[in-house]
């Protein structure tokens, strides 16, 4: 049975008020409202916050706030860890402005990217307004921890950007190096997101632990789905370009295992990615087709179970509570087997 849409389940649940994103939401334009007028208009637009609440449309998934809420729920103080839902939510909105940049890529969440509307120097220093506005709640927060994990986090997420960044020219990018790579660039967060909130929350050193363990590898399962959706996904349901990676020459997992994959048509592939220069409509539907004949997104798909297996095993080594541990669970599903 097909999985429901993430986003499409409600976003001001009923399960408690500490589980309510609307909170959450409520304490991030707090936040941003904050920052000088120009920041602001940028941070309410990248974020989803032009007109009122927040729509599904424009806020996106909200996965980073819905783990730390979940984690939350496994120590006895969950409510405390509203303030790592916002953090982490503020740290996604930074690094997806400067991604955009990098990346080049003009759409977000089925619109225009924030520095394709205001500019390259504003969506830069609207990224670093959110990166310090997301300090800024954890040190109120009041736990010296939460800013060792959230250092560890960012040097993660740097490493890994820079690692995606690099293997653009690398035509020898390994397996391994791409799930270092995917740990770092989308596993940091997502582990963060849930270790954070599990502290907050006030569990014990183990549980927290396994929920780090758990939303890391729920992040690589998510970043290798991510890879399958931009090669293979729909665009009205991504809201970003299909195809962008391979026009970029991103060593995706699926791209990455065709290249190894023993066969003669992994010479062509090579061949096509190492020019240097972005593909070309055409080349892009070659890449496309040589990467499924090779077997990269059956590969990519199997990859992609083995890390959610990884996060399923660390929610059943100690003891959480039921619900807490099917919310988790039926979220990492979600991450694992995502369609926008
Ligand atoms: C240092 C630096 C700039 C790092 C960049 C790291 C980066 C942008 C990694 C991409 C991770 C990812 C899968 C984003 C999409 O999240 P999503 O599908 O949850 O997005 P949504 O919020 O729109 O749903």
Redesign the pocket.
């Known amino acids: 049975m097909p999985l429901p849409d993430l ?1 499409a389940i409600p976003y001001a649940s009923a399960v408690g008020s500490h589980s309510d994103l609307a909170a959450v939401d409520a304490a991030i334009l707090d936040a941003v409202d904050q920052l000088p007028p120009r920041i602001r208009a940028v941070a309410r637009y990248h974020l989803g916050f032009t007109s009122g609440p927040r729509t599904a449309e424009h ?6 706030p819905r783990l730390a809420l979940a984690a939350a729920r496994c120590g006895p103080t969950p409510e405390r860890a509203v303030a790592a839902a916002v953090s982490v939510e503020l740290m ?1 909105g ?3 402005l ?2 955009d940049i ?1 990346d080049g890529d003009r759409t ?2 089925g619109r225009a990217a924030a520095w394709v509307v205001y500019g390259v120097p504003a969506a830069l220093l609207t ?1 670093d307004a959110l990166l310090t506005l997301a300090l800024g709640v954890l040190a109120d927060s009041g736990t010296a921890a939460s800013m060792g994990v959230c250092v560890r986090m960012m040097s993660a ?2 490493r ?2 820079g690692d ?1 960044l690099a293997f653009e020219d690398d035509q020898q990018v390994t397996v391994d190096a791409y799930l270092e790579m995917a740990e770092g ?2 596993g940091a ?1 997502t582990g963060a997101a849930c270790e954070l909130a599990a502290t907050l929350a006030g569990a014990p050193p183990a549980v927290v632990e396994a929920l780090e363990r758990f939303g890391r590898h729920a992040g690589v399962a ?2 290798i789905a ?1 890879d399958v959706l931009g090669i293979w996904g729909d665009s009205r349901r991504t ?1 970003k370009p299909v195809g962008s990676d391979l026009v970029a020459r991103k060593k995706t997992l699926p791209v990455v295992a065709a290249l190894h994959a023993a066969d003669a048509e992994a010479g062509h592939l090579r061949a096509l990615l190492d020019t240097g220069v972005p593909l070309t409509e055409a080349q892009t539907r070659q890449a496309t087709v040589l990467v499924e004949r090779l077997g990269g997104r059956t590969t990519a798909e199997a990859i992609a179970q083995q890390h959610l297996d990884l996060a399923l095993e660390a929610l059943h080594c100690c003891d959480l509570p039921a619900v807490a541990r099917e919310e988790l669970r039926s979220m990492a599903h979600h991450m694992a087997a ?1 369609s ?1």
């Open positions: 986003a806020r996106g998934k909200a996965l980073r996604h930074f690094s997806l400067h991604d990098m977000r969440r990224g997420l740097v890994g950007q995606d660039k989308t967060l998510f970043q991510d809201g995502r926008r």
